[in-house]
């Protein structure tokens, strides 16, 4: 089995560890508050800070009126097999304290570094370390005193707020409470036992220290307490008598004063029979041996939340991504991949897997459509217009049978008019992918980390695409012009094939009909220019649109698809392939250059979770020896 010297210095290496990841409680469950310890809790001139200085053996606290104490000390005490006491701070690793007046003004003034001058008080602890052959292995963690009023200097509230921070540490499961009540005091006015009853009603995580033993009026003593007759808890209760103010006016040693406090319990009428359990050295050891035992009973939890803190960290470093190496054909690797994941991400917007694709057919089957059918044939092939176009063509000599350079220029200028709504398909198009490339960029979870990137990838993709709609206009602007360059020639031979005139007008001439042998009638034939035959080259022309117009209706969406959005899905960022392969290490770096917030979480959660391997490496080494 582990020594209590390996638990409990593990247990202290730790607590260092989250102290410097800025882990100390407060904020949910943290490892810190996982750890066991003892929280020292006691009023103000209670005796606290004489019984920290007699169970460490040395005078190194501040001292003073109101609120000496004003962040969480953490006390961590290290036996060692002999030579000179020191003291270490974790804020000043590589300096070593062997004057231990220096270690009470280092206290002060990195009191004063957080707070101020001011009376305030502050939740961020100070770590420090004392190593000496006087301590046994044990973790006292110095809360300030709770304080009834407000004095001068200080905030209304700053009763609430020390009871608030004491609160806040005593009543994790895993602290162990050291209740400090001076015994000159009605026992049921402690504020130590009245929190520590609050947080802890069954006494099992209490131990009651009565301070001030030798301060009561004469023919009182504190027997009913320090048997537990007054008020039980399921510890023993210890009494301590501390240095008298004119022993610390006069520096009297530590050592002797414990010596001094041996002799009291042992020759004292009232306590002597309770000698071998009474003074700051038996609270020591009863405390280490204790913490020991709980250390050891929740290793299980401690080792059940690193398990859980790893995975956690694990999914978030994966989320937000892992860190890059520096040579440039990882960087290289790192920005291919993340072009794949954005181009996935596209493909399946474009594929249906994601919305946004189905808004590309919806410009072949609304838009287009809807702007086919606002074409302005009617008035391009009105009675009027047909025939001003017609007699145009005709120039000095009229058409002799057909007028046939009417018919082409009437159509050519009916077929121009599917220019408009081809390039705005291939527009509308052009912009829905402009869309998805943004909406790929941002739900791709990879490219989040590197705005640099994203806006190259954003760039390269828009310029591509332009390149796309560029070759889409000019393919549906040439298949419009083809349906000008060959007309169907079977369509007009069809309608030669049929009666110029319309059944009643053959049955009104057939009652009319000249001889037979007649002449044919010449080209100056009045019903050749009547509006019914404008009408009639109106109707054929319009008919021929219309088969043109179901033509293009087709062949602009097939174009249009082909040309920009199986090109996008097939070469979209082809070229920035090509462009980012021919870059220097530099350049790469720049373009994965991350948010530094992103960047300081990155390293922040790295260092946490290299503390938890650790921690849970070393508990495994260590629990079980």
Partial sequence: MATMTSLIGLINKIQRACTVLGDHGGEGMSLWEALPSVAVVGGQ????????????????????????????????????????????????????????????????????????????????????????PNVVNLTLIDLPGLTKVAVEGQPESIVEDIENMVRSYVEKPSCIILAISPANQDIATSDAIKLAREVDPTGERT???????????????????????????????????????????????????????????????????????????????????????????????????????????????????????????????????????????????????????????????????????????????????????????????????????????????????????????????HFVLKELVRKSIAETEELKRFP?????????????????????????????????????????????????????????????APDRNAPPPGPQNPERFSDNHFRRIGSNVSGYIGMVCDTLKNSIPKAVVYCQVLAAKRSLLNQFYAHVGRQEKERLGKMLDEDPQLMDRRATLAKRLELYKSARDEIDAVAWK
């Fill in 207 to 429: 131990f009651g220290v009565l301070t001030k033993l030798d301060l009561m009026d004469k023919g009182t003593n504190a027997l009913e307490v320090l048997e537990g007759r007054s008020y039980r808890l399921q510890h023993p209760w210890v009494g301590i008598v501390n240095r008298s103010q004119a022993d610390i006016n006069k520096n009297v040693d530590m050592i002797a004063a414990r010596r001094k406090e041996r002799e009291y319990f042992e020759t004292s009428p009232e306590y002597g029979h309770l000698a071998s359990k009474m003074g700051s050295e038996y609270l020591a050891k009863l405390l280490s041996q204790h913490l020991e035992r709980v250390i050891r009973q929740r290793i299980p939890s401690i080792i059940a939340l690193i398990n859980k803190n790893i995975d956690e960290i694990n999914a978030e470093l994966d989320r937000i991504g892992r860190p890059i190496g520096v040579d440039s054909g990882a960087q290289l690797y790192t920005i291919l991949e993340m072009c794949r994941a954005f181009e996935r991400v596209f493909k399946e917007h474009l594929d249906g897997g994601r919305a946004g694709g189905d808004r590309i057919y919806g410009v072949f089957d609304h838009q287009l459509p809807a702007a086919l059918k606002k074409l302005p044939f009617d008035r391009h092939l009105s009675t009027r217009n047909v025939q001003k176009v017609v007699s145009e063509a005709d120039g000095y000599q009229p058409h002799l049978i057909a007028p046939e350079q009417g018919y082409r220029r009437l159509i050519d200028g009916s077929i121009s008019y599917f220019k408009g709504p081809a390039e705005a398909s291939v527009d509308a198009v």
């Fill in 45 to 132: 001139s209670s005796g606290k800070s004489s019984v920290l200085e007699s169970v460490v053996g040395r005078d190194f606290l501040p001292r003073g009126s109101g609120i000496v104490t004003r962040r969480p000390l953490v006390l961590q005490l290290h036996q060692t097999e002999g030579g000179t006491d020191y003291a270490e701070f974790l804020h000043a690793p590589r300096k070593k304290f062997t004057d231990f007046a220096a270690v009470r003004k280092e206290i002060s003034d990195e009191t004063d570094r957080i707070t101020g001058k001011s009376k305030q008080i502050s939740n961020i602890p100070i770590q420090l370390s004392i190593y000496s």
């Fill in 452 to 512: 640099t990137l994203q806006s190259d990838i954003a760039a390269a993709a828009t310029e591509a695409l332009e390149k796309f709609r560029d070759e889409s206009r000019k393919t549906v602007l040439r298949l419009v012009d083809m349906e000008s360059s060959y007309l169907t020639v079977e369509f007009f031979r069809k309608l030669s094939e049929q009666p110029e005139r319309s059944a009643s007008d053959k049955n009104a001439s057939d009652k009319n």
